[in-house]
């Protein structure tokens, strides 16, 4: 945005020390006004001052960080490479990034506001709380505490701490931090106020010092990028900074265990016309990030910034915070982190964290990127407990969601490799899962998960399963798609393409106690998952078998039956040897899509309902009275229940007009009762298999 004047930066000043209820405003160095927190501004003197030869304060780790609104990545690569910033010649500059990821909740408008917020914090705008440019806006200091909250949370360092702005918007930010800042001035408009307050800080041994520049961002916006007037204002800003690297130096000189980190970076990047337009464009979130140390974690360091969204791979402004905590030995507990970047030290770097909510909306799937050092197990927190820890190189993990009801719902994971940490606020518009039906275990009497081959029957010594013939096994496992996220395993595919020489192909169910002969059970359901190939190829010709325990080369044949026709039609059929009970025109399935089939014979009630729910078409009954005699043939060929094939095994055989294929199937189970209309209608809307019900 277009920085207003002086004047009225003062006025802006002025205001908030009255706010503040400060004892005194106003200072030198082209005026200004203190907002100290903590204690008082600091005392007068310019920046020439010469140095003390004796250290005031304490030894040990100390940290600089100057943001300087305007300055954009090539610009101080051009500066430095013309030799124009010679104070910077040291400092290892990388490209990177800020505004948060676009279309998620860490996206924030790319203006001054938010992008201080994420620079004082290390989090975005869905946890500082800063969306606009205006005064009212500060940050959520429980959500986000500043970095000089955080270090001051080391009691034992006993840390000072400093800010010195240009911008009165940075008072605002930080007005609820009370008792994190010892010293901060508002220089109201004056760079040259920034030097020497600054400076003065670093003197009198403060630990931490915050300090942000405005003369580039001014240039810019009033004169152009490419404008001598711009280039004028990053040398001179850069030659003010210059000066606190010399006090640094001076300090370091007189007392060499001082160990001081210095970064320099800019809150946003700006457009081609020199304006910060808020939008989420590359060049907006063209940062950089500068550090007189190596550090490990900070890729890309003496390069161009990338022009695509490779640019997402590189550090990103929430990194300076945690950066310097840990070099203040203050990083908080991964339990409480909260951060949205990493420490850049690190040999593991954990970039590109997102979240988004599963298929089924009852899990949020996460999702990172290891660089570096990726031979560590991942460790994942949510609310600040553990949830998992996942093998070393692991990149994703999906965490199923336990509430009690549909809504919005709000949790904090955070990720752990080694002693790189960074941690993301999710969101979900929660559904909770449909359960199965708890009474879908009385009367169970076979149960095939097939989630591996050979099937076995969880009810043990219930029933066999396997090829109708061993040289003619056309049984695979194939991706269980059709079940929630969180309970697939295998299905099982049983292509009847696969044949042995006497043409004998399919899969076989057969019982120990038949349900369709048994004179104690009076009522039995056969239930499974099926899904046809994309084109339903199987249903042309004369149909093909789904299941079948007789000889289906008509539907009069003694037995039962499902066959599969043209329009991808499921007929449920019963016959006598002479006469047939049949539901047809009533179920249709959608091509390569999983459906559940279900068909009910009540042997005492005289009566058949067939079921079939599909993704399309949705929930298909019918219903068919059954004769005595319909009832006393359900036997079939009393020699199991074929799979894509007929109770003999050969019906592709027989029936050359009816081509082979391939059909899946999963979960196939057998009741010794008639399951109701709302347990067969569960098992399709709840997707989970019966074994979760199983202990």
Known sequence: MIRGTNA???????????????????????????????????????????????????SGPKALVVE????????????????????????????????????????????????????????????????????????????????????????????????????????????????????????????????????????????????????????????????????????????????LLERIARRTANDAREDWLVILTTGHGLDAFGGATGLQTLENKTIFIASNKELAGLPGTGTAAPADNTLLQLAAATDIA?????????????????????????????????????????????????????????????????VATLAAGSTSYADYVDAVSDGTYSYVYTLVAGDTVVSLTAQIAYLKPVPLAPTLTNGLVSYYPLDALPGVDVKTGASTFGPWAVDADGGSLVTDDGMRTRDRAKALRVDSRTANASGMAGYRVKQMTDVTTDAATTAFTIGFWVRTDATCSQGVGNGGTVIANKNYDTGNNEGIAIGLFSSCELRFNTGTGSARGEIKGAHYLSAGQWAYVAMVIDKAGLAMDAYAVDPVRGIQTGHVALSPALVAKLGGLKNGIGLNEDGSGLYYKRQSASPRGAMDFNDFAIWNRALTADEVTSLYKAARPLSTLIP
């Open 8 to 58: 009225r930066r003062a006025s802006a000043g002025g205001s908030l020390c009255v706010a503040l209820l400060l004892a005194a405003c106003g200072g030198g160095g082209g005026g200004g006004s203190g907002f100290s927190l903590v204690g008082n501004t600091p005392a007068a003197g310019g920046g020439g001052n010469a140095a003390p030869t004796v250290n005031q304060g304490k």
């Open 68 to 243: 300087i609104d305007g300055l954009t990545h090539a610009a101080l690569a051009d500066a430095i490479a013309q030799k124009r910033a010679p104070a910077l010649q040291s400092l290892r500059v990388a490209p990177a990034w800020t505004g948060g990821a676009n279309g998620s909740l860490t996206q924030q408008r790319l203006t001054d506001g938010p992008s201080w917020a994420t620079l004082l914090t290390g989090t975005w705008v869905q946890r500082h709380g800063v969306r606009w440019d205006t005064s009212d806006q500060s940050i959520d200091a429980k959500l986000a505490p500043s970095i000089f909250a955080m270090a001051k949370q080391n009691t034992a360092a006993g840390y000072k701490t400093g800010a010195i702005t240009a911008n009165p918007l940075y008072p605002a930010l930080v007005r609820n931090d009370t008792g994190a800042i010892d010293t901060a001035f508002d220089c109201a408009g004056s760079d040259a106020c920034v030097t020497e307050h600054t400076a003065q800080l670093i003197d009198s041994g403060h630990d931490l010092v915050v300090a942000q520049y405005g003369a580039p961002a001014s240039a810019a916006a009033g004169s152009g990028l490419g404008s001598d007037t711009y280039r004028r204002a990053v040398t001179d800003t850069a030659a003010g900074v210059g000066q």
């Open 322 to 386: 945690p950066t310097v905590l840990r070099h203040l030995g203050s990083t908080p507990a991964a339990a409480s982190y909260g951060l949205n970047g990493i420490a850049l030290q690190g040999t593991t770097s954990l970039r590109e964290f997102a979240a988004r909510t599963g298929a089924d909306k009852d899990n949020i799937e996460l999702s990172w990127k290891l660089a570096g050092n990726a031979n560590l197990p991942v460790q994942v927190l949510r609310n600040g407990k553990l």
